[in-house]
């Protein structure tokens, strides 16, 4: 199966600690996107990747987020400083970046819990 | 603001009876999408529909993308216990990077 992997599924930890997360795209896909989806809610776009560069940001990635994709290939989400506002799931997404009709598949996500 | 609006945002029906769940939004889309997620997991594409109007057919499941390509529907024909889920439409925002804007997620229980 080739499709949108995650690491780790889940994670726990303390508020105030660094965690790092990482997103391997679909082989061919030139495009990656983060998604962060709390209990009850669609997913909200927090970044977008075409290749290695970083092209947009919403407002709702603080200055404690970074994310990379250093060789175009797989990803990086990374919170400093976690608050337990940071609780949620982080979805990892790939596309060709074909315009019009793209279409956008998804990792099965990492669930970050912060205590 | 939720810029696309899904309803019903929880249905529970009878195995065999049909529905319709709706996605409305006063912004145009250059594409809709609409996904199935389990609990735990990730959005699994269901159907992207691109054109005013279309139409598209999944086994019992019907999506169909408005005229100004402001609103979808899903509509599902003899529901069963398997489909039940939490559905998404997402849109593709015309202007920027094709990112998603997503409802809120329609949650679905057939009982049997």
């Known amino acids: 199966d080739t499709g949108v992997s995650q690491d780790p599924r889940h994670k726990i930890t303390k508020r105030g600690q660094n965690v790092t997360f990482r997103c391997d795209p679909i082989s061919e896909h030139n495009r990656l996107y983060w998604y962060r989806q709390t209990l009850g809610q669609g997913p909200e776009f927090l970044t977008y990747f075409q290749n290695e560069a970083q092209l947009e940001k919403s407002r709702l990635l603080s200055d404690r987020f970074s994310a990379e994709r250093p060789k175009g290939s797989f990803s990086t989400l990374e919170i400093q400083r976690t608050e337990q506002g940071d609780s949620a799931m982080y979805l990892c997404?790939?596309?060709?970046?074909?315009?019009?009709?793209?279409?956008?598949?998804f990792g099965p996500g990492t669930r970050l819990l912060v205590l | 603001t939720q810029l696309l609006e899904q309803s019903p945002q929880f249905l529970s029906i009878q195995e065999g009876e049909n529905l319709t769940v709706y996605c409305n939004s006063s912004s145009v889309f250059s594409s809709l999408q609409w996904y199935r997620q389990e609990p735990g997991e990730g959005p699994v594409l269901l159907v992207t529909?691109?054109?005013?109007?279309e139409v598209k057919k999944l086994k019992r499941l019907t999506f169909q993308f408005g005229d100004a390509r402001k609103d979808s529907s899903l509509h599902i024909t003899a529901a069963q216990p398997g489909d039940t889920g939490l559905y998404l439409c997402a849109g593709g925002l015309i202007q920027g990077a094709q990112k998603l804007v997503f409802g809120q997620g329609t949650r679905l229980t057939i009982n049997p």
């Open positions: 529909v691109v054109t005013g109007g």
């Open positions: 997404a790939s596309s060709l970046g074909v315009a019009g009709g793209e279409t956008q598949y």
